[in-house]
């Protein structure tokens, strides 16, 4: 049964306060990887969020048009994975042809998109949750944009983190998992407000 939930709800409560990076730890690698570059940050997490977005949206309309009237759910996984291993490569060779310079800095991050485990946990959360199609649009959208925010938000940190004074002890991974830790605590400080578990 579809939850009664409005869309608009979900959007902002996936944006920020189950935000699916900072509340539900998916989607580490990359994020810590990538976000010592503001540009790099910047293109990659515009990626996870159409990529996020479009697999979330097909992986719905396939579980509930083909899988399950046809009792294959037991393949969703298989197909989940499939769609967001093909949308990743379109996504890659577009990049590449309109952005050579960006495609070259995300590097080997731009094809790991496939192995993101928020986009796979994003259409798994859809499924368990009975989410209908807009509801799916609005909180696979708010997701990817959420993902994108603490991306940023952690390249803007560590570029000021760059110029300032760290005890020697703290610097490089030491100094970036507390401040992710911090950012995590601020997002999820506002849980009670909006809330979609």
Excluded: H
Excluded at 75 to 83: A, D, G, M, P, T
Excluded at 134 to 147: A, D, P
């Amino acid at each position: 049964m579809t939850p009664d939930i409005n869309p608009f709800i979900l959007l902002f409560a996936s944006i920020f306060t189950s935000n699916i990076l900072l509340a539900n730890f998916l989607g580490m690698c990359s994020f810590i990887s990538i976000s010592k570059d503001i540009k790099s940050s910047n293109g990659l997490g515009m990626a996870v969020t159409v990529v996020l977005t479009l697999t979330a949206v097909i992986n719905w309309a396939i579980l509930n048009y083909l899988l399950i009237p046809m009792n294959l759910l037991y393949l969703r996984y298989i197909v989940f994975i499939i769609v967001i291993a093909a949308t990743v490569q379109i996504l890659e060779m577009v990049i590449d042809r309109v952005s050579p310079g960006l495609y070259m800095s995300l590097g080997i991050f731009l094809p790991l998109i496939t192995v993101n485990c928020a986009i796979l946990g994003v259409a798994l959360f859809i499924e368990i949750r009975n989410y209908n199609l807009i509801q799916t649009l609005f909180y696979s959208f708010g997701s990817g944009l959420g993902w994108w925010l603490a991306i940023m938000a952690l390249a803007a940190i560590q570029k000021k983190l760059q110029k300032s004074p760290v005890p020697a002890g703290l610097e490089g991974p030491g100094i970036t998992l507390i401040t992710i830790g911090f950012m995590a605590m601020a997002f999820v400080g506002f849980s009670g407000m909006l809330n979609v578990q």
